[in-house]
């Protein structure tokens, strides 16, 4: 059975770090899909963070992580990151990984995403 498996949120001081990790598990082929991050805050919609595209060329970010985030996949691994630097308060939220084997889509839509992780918490605080 297939499913996206996620791991490595947590607590980290602001200013802080974390990669989160999302393994495809049972993806016979990982590297036909286009993957993406998402965050949904308590009290607010979820938000598209990042995309990156099935053979890695093509990745996007959203206004609020660019230059903090960074995604990224190694498709030896069926596993897709998000490296997250300069951590901030606001980015207190549950995190998502989706996977699409549609037409990539530079704006990263939600709708395109079949495929979901259960989510990870990032809470940030000090």
């Known amino acids: 059975q297939s499913q996206l498996e996620q791991s490595g949120g947590g607590l980290v001081q602001p200013g802080g770090s974390l990669r989160l990790s999302c393994v495809a598990s049972g993806y016979r082929h990982f590297d036909n899909y286009n993957f993406a991050w998402f965050r949904r805050a308590p009290g607010k919609q979820r938000e598209g963070l990042s995309c990156?595209?099935?053979?890695?060329?093509?990745?996007n970010y959203t206004d609020s992580v660019k230059g903090r985030f960074t995604i990224s996949r190694d498709n030896a691994k069926n596993t897709v990151y998000l490296q997250m630097d300069d951590l901030k308060p606001e980015d207190t939220a549950l995190y998502y990984c989706?996977?699409?084997?549609?037409?990539?889509?530079?704006?990263?839509?939600?709708?395109?995403?079949?495929?979901w992780g259960l989510g990870t918490q990032v809470t940030v605080s000090s």
């Open positions: 989706a996977a699409s084997r549609l037409h990539f889509r530079t704006n990263c839509p939600a709708g395109d995403y079949d495929f």
């Open positions: 990156i595209s099935a053979g890695g060329s093509g990745t």
